[in-house]
C-alpha cells in the first residue's frame, strides 16, 4: 500500500493505522498546493479532489476521505480490533464518531488553515466553533471511557487525536477540557502514534525516548 500524506495534516490518522496494523507500506509527502508528490507524480492524477489522504492498496485502486480510508484499512486485519464488526451497531457507533469527527470537529478548524489571517473577532468565533465540538468529545468521555467507543482503542481515536492536537499549533487551549486533555494525551503516548509523529517532523525523537 502507498499512502500520500501532507506531514500532520489529518492523513497522519491513516499514517497512525498503517503502523498500528504493522503492515507493510511506502509514503508519499504531498504538497497539496503545488498538487505535486514527493517523488515528482501529479497528485491531481491520483487524486482529483487534490487534498490528502490518499490511498493506494496492493490493487493500485485509490481510496480517499479518511473515514472510507480508515475503515478500509482496519477492515484489512479484522483481528486487531481497530474497527466493530460491520453490520453492528457498535460499528454504526463508529460511522457516528468519524462522521462527527470529519464533518464537525475537522471542519471546525478551517478558519485557522484558510490562508488569510483572521483578526480578534474572526478568531474570537473559530475558537468558539471549536469549543462546542470539543465539549462534545468531553461529554463523551465523562463516564471514564478510555477511547471514544470504550476502553479499545479504534480509527475514530487516531482521526480525532489528529483533528485535536491541532490546537498546539494554532494556539487553542484545552484545558477547559480536562478529559479531553488526558485522552489526547493518552493516544499521543501509543508507540503507533509517536512512530507518524516522528516520521512526519512533528516531534523529536528526542522527547519520546
Known sequence: ????????????????????????????KTDTDAGKTEAGEDFRKISPNGYVPALVNDDGEVITENPA?????????????????????ARTRLQEALNFVSS???????????????????????????????????RSLADGRSYLLGEVFTVADAYAFVV?????????????????????????ARPAVVKAMVTEGLIEQEQVA
Open 69 to 89: 480510508v480508515l475503515q478500509y484499512l482496519a477492515d484489512q486485519m479484522p483481528d486487531a480490533g481497530l474497527a466493530p464488526s460491520n453490520g453492528t451497531l
Open 1 to 28: 500500500m502507498k499512502l500520500y500524506y501532507k506531514p500532520g495534516a489529518c492523513s497522519m490518522a491513516s499514517h497512525i493505522i498503517l503502523n498500528e496494523l504493522g503492515i507493510q507500506f511506502e509514503l508519499d
Open 104 to 138: 464537525e470537529l475537522h471542519k471546525s478548524f478551517g478558519p485557522f488553515f484558510s490562508g488569510t489571517p483572521l483578526n480578534a473577532e474572526a478568531k474570537q468565533h473559530a475558537e468558539k466553533g471549536i469549543g462546542r465540538r470539543v465539549a462534545h468529545i468531553e
Open 164 to 188: 485535536l492536537n491541532w490546537t498546539n499549533f494554532i494556539g487553542v487551549s484545552l484545558d477547559a477540557y480536562p478529559k479531553t486533555q488526558n485522552y489526547v494525551a493518552r493516544v499521543a
